[in-house]
């Protein structure tokens, strides 16, 4: 839905080109919905004419060249300009009066033919307009690194005011790194560390030096909820937590994570997950993340005396929420006692 507004905009406006930084899929054997999509929606903007410039990033990149990439789909279609070939290449583009060199260095298949393309850049002088269109976390700046296996590093020399635009892409929140460049950011949330940002597209005039405008999106809402820390508590009211934690949320298409931290193990067995996840059934992705209360088994050898059997059941039964709870404590203390007494006959 963010891309199709994107190109509802882009239809309305009339935009001279439009450059896609990459990563237009997530993965290189994408859905044939998402597929579908993206060709629905490039199709508009090539029946008004509108240029389309799109590179490949990590993502839709497949490691071994013999795999194909997907971008061959758009090969034929008017106005569409895909860039996956594990090379620098160039566009050159005759817009009313005025001609745009677009420099694109796609995904490549190793850092070092990375490198060997960016040095292969030459700024078309005769161009009244250069634009560098590239995919990759600047170099040797940590906010930008997604820690992906085949990340790629663009060398911050090339980020020169040679270019009277630089478009970047692999970073997923918007970033102005200096005057002429920038990362988009993505459409959509990603991850849950995007959670409190705003997507959207940038809108550039070059005519203008540098002039431009953060155009937001209508995404889903992604929530993150602050982790629960059950350590203390009982399992009637860790799911009660839960419960009220979803019903003040509404899940109705939305991306949703709860988190639930120090649950002591004999309680975590016992949570019935399915229940949770069918509390939040109508949200468009839900996950529950849970983990156990962690022992310091340093302080345990120094200092801590090992309650009895007795005394562990009775502290286990104190959580739980059974109508026969005494009758299962004399019971329990009854087998408990009988057992240790036939152990002393041993």
Do not use: W
């Not at 450059?19 to 054997?29: E, I, K, N, P, T």
């Not at 997604?146 to 635009?165: G, H, I, K, Q, S």
């Not at 109508?323 to 329990?332: A, H, S, V």
């Amino acid at each position: 839905d963010a891309f199709s507004q994107f190109v509802d905009y882009a239809v309305k406006t009339k935009p001279d080109l439009v450059l896609h930084a990459g990563d237009l899929f997530d993965s290189v054997r994408p859905t044939n919905r998402a597929i579908t999509v993206a060709i629905q929606q490039i199709l508009r903007l090539s029946q008004e004419n509108i240029p389309f410039i799109v590179i490949s990033g990590n993502h839709e990149t497949p490691k071994l060249k013999e795999t194909g990439n997907i971008f061959t789909i758009f090969e034929h279609l008017n106005h569409v300009y895909p860039i996956y070939n594990n090379r620098y290449e160039t566009v050159l583009l005759q817009i009313k009066d005025e001609s745009v060199c677009i420099h694109a260095i796609p995904q490549c298949q190793s850092p070092k033919d990375f490198e060997v393309n960016f040095k292969k850049i030459t700024i078309d002088k005769q161009a009244d307009f250069n634009l560098l269109l590239a995919h990759g976390a600047v170099a040797g700046i940590k906010e930008f690194k997604m820690n992906e296996f085949n990340e790629l590093f663009v060398p911050v020399n090339t980020l020169t005011e040679d270019f009277d635009y630089i478009a970047l892409g692999h970073y997923h929140l918007y970033t102005k790194i200096q005057q002429n460049a920038f990362y988009a950011g993505s459409i959509e949330h990603l991850s849950f560390t995007e959670a409190d940002a705003q997507k959207g597209f940038l809108e550039l005039d070059l005519g203008k030096k540098h002039t431009h405008r953060f155009i937001p999106l209508q995404t889903r809402v992604m929530v993150d909820v602050p982790p629960l820390d059950c350590s203390a508590l009982r399992i009637d009211q860790i799911i009660q937590e839960v419960k009220e934690t979803i019903h003040a949320i509404d899940p109705k298409e939305k991306i949703i994570r709860i988190r639930l931290e120090n649950i002591p193990a004999h309680i975590h067995r016992g949570i019935d997950y399915h229940q949770i996840r069918d509390l939040a059934k109508t949200a468009v992705h839900f996950e529950i993340k849970s983990t156990t209360l962690k022992t310091d088994q340093t302080s345990l050898r120094e200092g801590y005396a090992m309650k009895s059997l007795a005394d562990e059941f009775e502290k286990f039964l104190a959580t739980q929420e059974y109508p026969e709870k005494t009758m299962l404590l004399d019971l329990g203390l009854q087998y408990i006692q009988h057992h240790e007494e036939e152990e002393k006959k041993l």
